[in-house]
T-cell receptor
Framework: AQSVTQLGSHVSVSEGALVLLRCNYSSSVPPYLFWYVQYPNQGLQLLLKYTTGATLVKGINGFEAEFKKSETSFHLTKPSAHMSDAAEYFCAVRLNTGGFKTIFGAGTRLFVKA | GAGVSQSPSNKVTEKGKDVELRCDPISGHTALYWYRQRLGQGLEFLIYFQGNSAPDKSGLPSDRFSAERTGESVSTLTIQRTQQEDSAVYLC?????????????FGPGTRLTVL
C-alpha cells in the first residue's frame, strides 16, 4: 500500500533562509509525485509535480523538488524564503498504473520569521 | 471558466441529522475527488469518480457516507446520521482525467460542524 510521510508538522525559517520540506513515500510501483500548497484562507493549489523524465522539477514561486528513487523521497526546497511563503504544504503520491487515487501527507506548516 | 465550486460553504448540524454537500467541478473534467480534512490534519481521501467507470469508494469511512455523480457534472456527498467526529472541512477536486497524471483543482471546501 502506498503512503506518504512528511517529516515535521511545523517548520520555521527566517526570511531569506533555505526552505526544506521533507517528503518520503512508499510505493510498490513508480509513482507520480505532487506538492500542493494551501495559503491561509485559500484553497489548495498545485506547486509542482513529477511524472517522468528529469528528476529535478521546478514549480511556481521559486520552489523545486527532486525525485530520488533510491531514497524514496521528494523533498521540496526554495533557496530563499519570503514572508509570503508562509502556508501549509502537502506532499501527495499517485500510482502510475492508470488509477486516480491520490494519497496526501499530513502536511507541513511553514512559518517565516522576519 | 469558473473553478470548482462547493456548497454550502459552512454547515452546522445536530448529531444524528443527515447532510448533503455539493460539488460543481470544472466543466469538461472527467475526474472528481472528495477529501476530508480534519482540523490540523492532512487530506483524507474519500472517493473518486472517473467518467462512467465505477467509483473508487475505498476511502469512505463508514456506510453512513455515500456519494453520487451525475455523468461528468455535479456530485453530492451525503453523510447520514452525522456524528461529532464527522466535523471537518470536506474538499472536492476535479481534474481533466484521461489517465494522465494531471493536476487536481480544488474547491474552497465545505466546513461541517456537528453539534
Amino acid at each position: 500500500a502506498q503512503s506518504v510521510t512528511q517529516l515535521g508538522s511545523h517548520v520555521s525559517v527566517s526570511e531569506g533562509a533555505l526552505v526544506l520540506l521533507r517528503c518520503n513515500y512508499s510505493s510498490s510501483v513508480p509513482p507520480y509525485l505532487f506538492w500542493y500548497v494551501q495559503y491561509p484562507n485559500q484553497g489548495l493549489q498545485l506547486l509542482l509535480k513529477y511524472t517522468t523524465g528529469a528528476t529535478l522539477v521546478k514549480g511556481i514561486n521559486g520552489f523545486e523538488a527532486e525525485f530520488k528513487k533510491s531514497e524514496t523521497s521528494f523533498h521540496l526546497t526554495k533557496p530563499s524564503a519570503h514572508m509570503s511563503d508562509a502556508a501549509e504544504y502537502f506532499c501527495a503520491v499517485r500510482l502510475n498504473t492508470g488509477g486516480f487515487k491520490t494519497i496526501f501527507g499530513a502536511g507541513t506548516r511553514l512559518f517565516v520569521k522576519a | 471558466g469558473a473553478g470548482v465550486s462547493q456548497s454550502p460553504s459552512n454547515k452546522v448540524t445536530e448529531k444524528g441529522k443527515d447532510v448533503e454537500l455539493r460539488c460543481d467541478p470544472i466543466s469538461g473534467h472527467t475526474a472528481l475527488y472528495w477529501y476530508r480534512q480534519r482540523l490540523g490534519q492532512g487530506l483524507e481521501f474519500l472517493i473518486y469518480f472517473q467518467g462512467n467507470s465505477a467509483p473508487d469508494k475505498s476511502g469512505l469511512p463508514s456506510d453512513r457516507f455515500s456519494a453520487e455523480r451525475t455523468g461528468e457534472s455535479v456530485s453530492t456527498l451525503t453523510i447520514q446520521r452525522t456524528q461529532q467526529e464527522d466535523s471537518a472541512v470536506y474538499l472536492c477536486a476535479s481534474s481533466p482525467g484521461g489517465g494522465r497524471p494531471d493536476t487536481q483543482y480544488f474547491g474552497p471546501g465545505t466546513r461541517l460542524t456537528v453539534l
